[in-house]
Nanobody, 124 residues
Framework: QVQLVESGGGLVQTGGSLRLACATS????????MGWFRQAPGKEREFVSA????????NYADSVKGRFIIARDILRNTMYLQMNSLQPEDTAVYYC?????????????????WGQGTQVTVSS
């Protein structure tokens, strides 16, 4: 069994920064790829970023490229999302996810495990 727990969300002003963390427990060796997704009120869930086991390969949505940085600490079984230059349109519940297939995919359907989400609110 795998558990994912997000933390680090909160309220920040436009232009500010937050760092999200996703702590994993359980069969973490079976999680070759992890990612972040987000869902704003009234909108569908969307891909944010993903990273492979070693952190040697990453992928970002165009909307966050150059502003967000994904990282993974294998020893701590934790994944991070450093979010800079935050904008009101970044307001959403952010979810971490993991897949066992090893695919750095933007499709949520490819991911097997999900956290409960953490709220990020960017005020204008």
């Amino acid at each position: 069994q795998v558990q994912l727990v997000e933390s680090g969300g909160g309220l920040v002003q436009t232009g500010g920064s937050l760092r999200l963390a996703c702590a994993t427990s359980g069969r973490t060796f079976s999680l070759p790829v992890m990612g972040w997704f987000r869902q704003a009120p009234g909108k569908e869930r969307e891909f944010v970023s993903a990273i492979n086991w070693r952190g040697s390969s990453t992928n970002y949505a165009d909307s966050v490229k150059g502003r967000f940085i994904i990282a993974r600490d294998i020893l701590r079984n934790t994944m991070y999302l450093q979010m800079n230059s935050l904008q009101p349109e970044d307001t959403a519940v952010y979810y971490c996810a993991a897949n066992v297939k090893g695919l750095i995919s933007p499709r949520g359907s490819e991911y097997n495990y999900w956290g409960q989400g953490t709220q990020v609110t960017v005020s204008s």
